[in-house]
């Protein structure tokens, strides 16, 4: 049976119970596209495992000094280079930067393109071996976030989080569409593993 509540002010206050996942991201763009072993805790910690693109770079971000740590050659462990969030080499091919990369900061989006627009469950489907809810989020008439207008969101029906989203912009073409596999919660991580020591 479909939740018919609202599907995201659920997926919203489970996450807030969460302190720390992982997942495999796979986004594809029109830009392009990336695979990524990624890792947060929060307030805010990151580190992403390239897979597709660079495989073998490792990224970690610092919330605290607002620092991203890049080591863009996984043979070549002594090079490390020190970036600021915001840095191109380190955005992502949708234009997402690593400070507001997380789930966290999809929700925000989300919510505010649901402020004076719709909301609608549209179907039950399965998504890499789970049961999912999708969900269609659209912005007020002309209006949307960042040049997002609407989004489909397949949330977990046990967990509450999106295996899959897929963002539009205002004339309905495709903006970005990414799919997250293997994902844990509450995943314990050893105690320098978003810091360079932890490469």
Known sequence: MLNQSDPVAVAVESYARV??????????????????????KKPGYVRMEFIEPHNGAVLVYDPVNKEVLLRPFGFLKSLVMRLSPRNWLVKSSGGHTVDESDLGALFKRVVALQKGGKTAVLREEEVGGRMTTVVSVEGADNTGTDGLHR??????????LPLKVIAY???????????????????????????????
């Open 19 to 40: 302190e720390t996942y992982s997942v495999t991201l796979d986004s594809r763009s029109e830009a392009g596209g990336e695979k990524i072993r990624y890792y947060f």
């Open 151 to 160: 989004y489909l969101l397949w949330l977990d029906m046990k967990s509450n």
């Open 169 to 199: 912009d205002l004339s309905g073409r495709k903006l970005e569409e990414v799919t997250m596999a293997d994902l844990e919660v509450d995943v314990r991580f050893p105690e320098d593993f978003f810091r360079l020591n932890g490469f």
